[in-house]
């Protein structure tokens, strides 16, 4: 470990959404592989306190940390890269920004003074950025950061970021420039197959503005960064050629870190630093994985359905799709999503005809999590369809309610079982209900969130045999629960509830279908997408994925070639 933490900051020019999380992320494993430990903030600056109560089709998914946080989604994508745990507190937004500094002035921390942007908020950021050095790496080590990625979310020259540009600012004088970089992501545009560097350009200028040069500038691009360009960012930029990298499109994201590399980043960023390199990097793994990703799509497809309610914004699912392609690649399957709207389909005519014909269509069904009403139903007719057509099932967090309202309406009769959630437009008997220790009068940060155990009693069950362990600890972000009155009448009559909350024993967390009833029906109240990651699949999904392209259940060996990439 270093005797001083290192921070490496990513701001955005031009637009949002560029991929500066993917750069970031792909940064890291780079500096990972020259021996350095890395950690990561974002920083958001809306004044939401976090992502919790956040519009999917807005800002897309809600990640959840080991600790309960709501996080931005490109939490998530560190957590992937780099195989580390982030916490809540490695999100940082104006909206928390702002709590701590107003509960500090009522608690007279301030003494009298009248408290302002300078200095107080830019203090409390760079108070915050300076923690997280302090923060092990992951929960079971003392291990600190080397180096402390910043990404600063949305764009240089928004007016609700100029405290955090401040910040960097400052920290550059207060901690020298050897120990603090810059880095500017922009895009390139084309026109008339002419790349266009003048936004990029007051991009640049945006960030003078701030008082703050580049040390280094990443262009995306269609195509590769041309010459002329490159030169001219150069001037605009006032940094050598050197210090301008080309990121154009690529296929799989794997490929960005080989394309960094091979423009010796990392390198350029260790020597900015003065820093050694101590290791000599194995970046032939992401060449060899693209190779093996070519030659999966020219197997036969395996088509999976994903019946959700926000499919306007994939982003939503990000980490799910993310999950359900990392466990096709470690068992060779080429996997294909296709993505049903529910809400759509519910304001189609004969909705529940034309979704039986669009499932007709998949290996597997997998029904995700969400709120609310809309397309709850027919979720409910998608766990009827899976169960009775006996199509391999993955039902997860409301997945795994509407599957136990499925199974009460349809094997129990119940035919008004529903859900507590749904009370004001859906009355009947309550199979799902509110968990006691949740306050209903508290809507943001106020669910059964983060890492949980489940213990699992029958080792002949699906749920034993997928995670070969008695106790799988996995993240939650829920509301409501099977009612534990109803719990024995789904058991007598076949539903197996074959994990269970182990603090309490009596929330259940994992239900299937016995294996002679039908070949993979299962659901889990957690979260499984949260704690996969890049080449390390969670367990369940691979044993969904197999079961998809094998039509049963099968424990699948990891594929040789994948396995040498790890």
Not at 193 to 202: D, H, L, V, Y
Request: include cysteine.
């Amino acid at each position: 470990m270093l005797n001083k933490c290192k921070y490496l900051f990513i701001c955005g020019a031009i637009a949002s959404g560029i991929g500066k999380g993917t750069i970031n992320s792909s940064i890291g494993m780079l500096l990972k592989q020259y021996g350095y430990k890395v950690s990561f903030l974002k920083i958001d600056p809306y004044l939401n306190i976090d992502a919790g109560t956040m519009n999917p089709y807005e800002h897309g998914e809600v990640f959840v940390t080991g600790d309960g946080g709501e996080v931005d989604l490109d939490i998530g994508n560190y957590e992937r890269f780099l195989d580390i745990e982030l916490s809540f507190y490695h999100s940082l937004t104006s909206g928390k920004l702002y709590q701590k500094i107003l509960q500090k002035e009522r608690e007279g921390h301030y003494l009298g003074k009248t408290v302002q942007v300078i200095p107080h908020v830019v203090d409390e950021i760079k108070n915050w950025i300076r923690h997280l050095t302090t923060v092990p790496l992951k929960h079971d080590t003392v291990e600190k950061p080397d180096i402390l990625l910043v990404e600063v979310g949305g764009t240089v020259g928004d007016l609700e970021s100029t405290c955090y540009y401040e910040a960097v600012r400052q920290m550059i004088n207060e901690e020298g420039k050897d120990n603090v970089g810059l880095i500017m992501l922009t895009y390139i545009l084309t026109l008339n197959n002419e790349q266009k560097t003048k936004p990029a350009q007051n991009g640049i200028k945006d960030l003078r503005y701030t008082g703050l040069i580049a040390d280094f500038i990443i262009c995306r691009s269609e195509t590769e960064l041309q010459i002329q360009q490159r030169d001219k960012l150069a001037m605009f930029g006032n940094i050598s050629k050197d210090s301008i990298f080309s990121v154009p499109n690529s296929q799989h994201i794997y490929d960005v870190p080989e394309v960094l590399q091979k423009q010796k980043l990392a390198e350029h960023i260790l020597d900015k630093f003065k820093l050694p390199l101590q290791k000599v990097p194995n970046i032939q793994q992401y060449t060899k994985f693209g190779q093996y990703l070519k030659e999966l799509e020219q197997q036969k497809p395996v088509t999976v359905g994903i019946m959700g309610k926000y499919m306007k914004n994939l982003d939503a699912y990000m980490s799910l799709i993310k999950a359900l392609k990392e466990a096709s690649y470690s068992i060779k399957v080429n996997l294909q999503l296709k993505y049903i709207d529910l809400v759509e389909f519910q304001n189609s005519p004969n909705p529940e005809e034309q979704l039986e014909k669009e499932c007709d269509q998949f290996d597997a069904i997998l029904v995700p999590g969400g709120f609310g009403f809309n397309g709850f139903n027919l979720k409910i007719k998608c766990c009827q369809y899976a169960r009775e057509k006996k199509k391999p099932f993955l039902g997860i967090c409301y997945g795994f309610q509407a599957a136990v309202i499925e199974y009460a309406q349809n094997i129990l009769g119940v035919k008004d079982a529903t859900s507590e959630e749904l009370k004001e437009e859906q009355v009947g008997t309550n199979f799902v209900v509110f968990m006691p220790e949740i306050n209903p009068k508290l809507f943001g940060g106020n669910m059964r969130l983060g890492n949980h155990e489940t213990f699992i009693e029958n080792k002949e069950s699906i749920a034993y045999q997928i995670y070969e362990s008695e106790v799988v600890e996995e993240r939650h972000r829920h509301r409501y629960e099977v009612n534990p009155e109803k719990i024995q009448t789904l058991n007598e009559k076949g539903l197996i509830f074959s994990g269970k909350d182990k603090k309490t024993g009596s929330r259940m967390e994992i239900l299937e279908l016995p294996k002679d009833q039908h070949p993979f029906y299962v659901g889990v109240q957690y979260h499984p997408e949260f704690t996969s990651k890049n080449f390390k699949p969670n367990p369940l999904f691979v044993s969904f994925v197999s079961a998809a392209a094998n039509g049963e259940y099968r424990k699948s060996k990891i594929d040789t070639n994948y396995n040498n990439q790890i």
